[in-house]
């Protein structure tokens, strides 16, 4: 069966469209979410506090062992630190990469801590909380 030129430009339009489909939905899945650790810093009375020097150190004594990271944010006016994860886990981390961090929270004299398993890829979120 021989087709007329209508019916190949046709055929041709066709095909690229469906090529450029398949490369743009190719290129969206390889993006990754980004790794988070998101620290609300709250209150004995449960009040989020703005203003708090949130340090993250990694557990090189964990298991399995998390390689050394030190980083410090002090926490927003809604009450929280936000760290961007992807610094420690690289642009192309293995999948279910694990990392553990001791935190440490101060404000005016008062200090706590805290612990946190961050996963790559995925926001994780922790609460560390005032006594008094």
Do not use: H, W
């Not at 298991?63 to 886990?89: H, K, L, Q, W």
């Amino acid at each position: 069966m021989i087709l007329g030129k209508t019916n190949m430009k046709k055929l041709l339009r066709f095909s690229l469209m469906v090529f450029a489909g398949l490369m743009l939905l190719t290129f969206a899945s390889c993006k990754k979410d980004p790794s988070v650790l998101k620290v609300y810093v709250r209150s004995a009375s449960n009040q989020l506090l703005p203003g708090a020097r949130v340090v993250i150190v990694g557990d090189i004594y964990s298991n399995p062992p998390t390689r050394e990271y030190v980083d410090t944010i002090i926490s927003n006016s809604t009450g929280y630190a936000m760290f961007n994860m992807d610094e420690y886990f690289g642009e192309k981390p293995e999948k279910g990469e694990v990392g553990y961090f001791d935190i440490i929270v101060k404000i005016d004299n008062k200090m706590a801590t805290g612990r946190a398993r961050v996963r790559a890829n995925i926001t994780n979120v922790e609460t560390v909380k005032f006594d008094n």
